[in-house]
C-alpha cells in the first residue's frame, strides 16, 4: 500500500502534525513519524504552522507546507525503490550540480509537481517517463 493511501486530507496533516508533536515532547517516533519528523526539521519556516494548524496555506508563497513536505516524502520513497527505474540515478547526477542533498531534493520535487499537476489537469495517471526527463533535464540546464 502507498505511503499515504487511503486518507483525507485532514488525516494526513494530523499524521505529520502528531509526528512533530511527539518529537518536541520527547516521545518515541515509529519509523515512518521518525522519516517525516527528518522532513520537517529541514524545513523551518513551517514549524509554527504545523504546531499551530493553521490551515495549511499560510505561508507567504501560497504553498501548502503539508504539500511540500508530502512531496518531499514522495521523491525520497521513489528514490528508495528506484520510480520509476532511472530516478535513482537521474537524482546522483542532480545531486553533482547541487551544494546539499536538500538542494537537489528540491530539484526532483518540482519536477514531481509539474508532472503530478500536468496528470491532473489531463485526468490521466502521473506519467513517470515525464518525471523522469523533466529531472534528466533539469540536470543538462544547471
Not at 494548524?53 to 514522495?74: E, I, M, V, W
Not at 525503490?81 to 526532483?108: K, M
Given at each position: 500500500?502507498?505511503?499515504?493511501?487511503?486518507?483525507?486530507?485532514?488525516?494526513?496533516?494530523?499524521?505529520?502534525?502528531?509526528?512533530?508533536?511527539?518529537?518536541?515532547?520527547?516521545?518515541?517516533?515509529?519509523?515512518?513519524?521518525?522519516?517525516?519528523?527528518?522532513?520537517?526539521?529541514?524545513?523551518?519556516?513551517?514549524?509554527?504552522?504545523?504546531?499551530?494548524?493553521?490551515?495549511?496555506?499560510?505561508?507567504?508563497?501560497?504553498?501548502?507546507?503539508?504539500?511540500?513536505?508530502?512531496?518531499?516524502?514522495?521523491?525520497?520513497?521513489?528514490?528508495?525503490t528506484d520510480r520509476p527505474?532511472?530516478?535513482?540515478?537521474?537524482?546522483?547526477?542532480?545531486?553533482?550540480?547541487?551544494?546539499?542533498?536538500?538542494?537537489?531534493?528540491?530539484?526532483?520535487?518540482?519536477?514531481?509537481?509539474?508532472?503530478?499537476?500536468?496528470?491532473?489537469?489531463?485526468?490521466?495517471?502521473?506519467?513517470?517517463?515525464?518525471?523522469?526527463?523533466?529531472?534528466?533535464?533539469?540536470?543538462?540546464?544547471?
Amino acid at each position: 500500500m502507498p505511503l499515504f493511501a487511503g486518507n483525507s486530507r485532514d488525516d494526513l496533516r494530523a499524521i505529520w502534525r502528531e509526528a512533530w508533536r511527539k518529537y518536541r515532547e520527547r516521545l518515541p517516533l515509529a519509523p515512518l513519524e521518525a522519516q517525516l519528523v527528518d522532513l520537517i526539521r529541514a524545513h523551518p519556516e513551517y514549524h509554527a504552522e504545523l504546531e499551530q494548524d493553521t490551515g495549511g496555506n499560510s505561508q507567504p508563497s501560497g504553498t501548502s507546507p503539508y504539500l511540500h513536505l508530502g512531496l518531499h516524502a514522495a521523491v525520497r520513497e521513489g528514490l528508495a525503490t528506484d520510480r520509476p527505474a532511472g530516478i535513482r540515478a537521474a537524482y546522483e547526477a542532480v545531486l553533482a550540480t547541487c551544494p546539499t542533498a536538500h538542494d537537489a531534493e528540491h530539484v526532483l520535487l518540482e519536477c514531481l509537481g509539474e508532472t503530478l499537476w500536468d496528470a491532473q489537469r489531463a485526468g490521466r495517471p502521473p506519467d513517470e517517463t515525464a518525471y523522469l526527463e523533466c529531472v534528466r533535464r533539469r540536470v543538462m540546464t544547471r
